[in-house]
T-cell receptor, first 115, second 118 residues
Framework: GAVVSQHPSRVICKSGTSVKIECRSL??????MFWYRQFPKQSLMLMAT?????????EQGVEKDKFLINHASLTLSTLTVTSAHPEDSSFYIC???????????FGPGTRLLVL | AQKVTQAQTEISVVEKEDVTLDCVYE???????LFWYKQPPSGELVFLIR??????QNEISGRYSWNFQKSTSSFNFTITASQVVDSAVYFC???????????????FGTGTQLKVEL
């Protein structure tokens, strides 16, 4: 199989706080993990690509200091939304891939609501 | 630059009807991969199929079938005898076979909302 988990599934926080989202590949080693953001009734927008042991590559327009990504092991990547504001409220989804040209398998997503 | 177009924003069918979801893509690469993912109301993206550009053979998996035609740059998805549980947003995606990194970026279409009613 190819199972990817995300935690938490839902989080509500106050404006100004930081939120960490974990993405884990449960039954395979993920050389690369991807972080997406999805607004209601829209497609997925790639935020960044992270390779294990190296710095993440951010897409144009995504603030790297705002969205901190760490891919410390072959099974875990974290996304930290720093000093969250209401406009950061969204559905964040991660995916994991075994390697070059391999299929991306997606986690169940995290719904973030910033009050 | 690569692009995926899903012209159908929303489709409604009655249970047991067949339905085809269209996907048209653009890419300059000769080697690429095409995907379909299902996103039910829960939000998780479920992988359905992956096709590489050298394999134009159509595929059938239960009630699902896919028609890949390079001549028209299309990768259409048909659900036979649709069921209420098929209600979801379906995304078509394209990945070019780049040489950098582990795994490649996906370019998603805008998705087609399928509603299957009793």
């Amino acid at each position: 199989g190819a199972v990817v988990s995300q935690h938490p599934s839902r989080v509500i926080c106050k404006s100004g706080t930081s939120v960490k989202i974990e993405c884990r590949s449960l039954d395979f080693q993920a050389t690369t993990m991807f972080w997406y953001r999805q607004f209601p009734k829209q497609s997925l927008m790639l935020m960044a690509t992270s390779n294990e042991g190296s710095k993440a590559t951010y897409e144009q327009g995504v603030e790297k200091d705002k969205f901190l990504i760490n891919h410390a092991s072959l099974t875990l990547s974290t996304l930290t939304v720093t000093s969250a504001h209401p406009e950061d409220s969204s559905f964040y989804i991660c995916s994991a891939s075994r390697g070059l040209r391999e299929t991306q398998y997606f986690g169940p997503g995290t719904r973030l609501l910033v009050l | 630059a690569q692009k995926v177009t899903q012209a159908q924003t929303e489709i409604s069918v009655v249970e047991k009807e067949d339905v085809t979801l269209d996907c048209v893509y653009e890419t300059r690469d000769t080697t690429y991969y095409l995907f379909w993912y299902k996103q039910p109301p829960s939000g998780e993206l479920v992988f359905l199929i992956r096709r590489n550009s050298f394999d134009e053979q159509n595929e059938i998996s239960g009630r699902y079938s896919w028609n890949f035609q390079k001549s028209t740059s299309s990768f259409n998805f048909t659900i036979t005898a649709s069921q209420v549980v098929d209600s979801a947003v379906y995304f078509c995606a394209l990945s070019e076979a780049g040489l950098t990194g582990g795994g490649n970026k996906l370019t998603f279409g805008t998705g087609t909302q399928l509603k299957v009613e009793l």
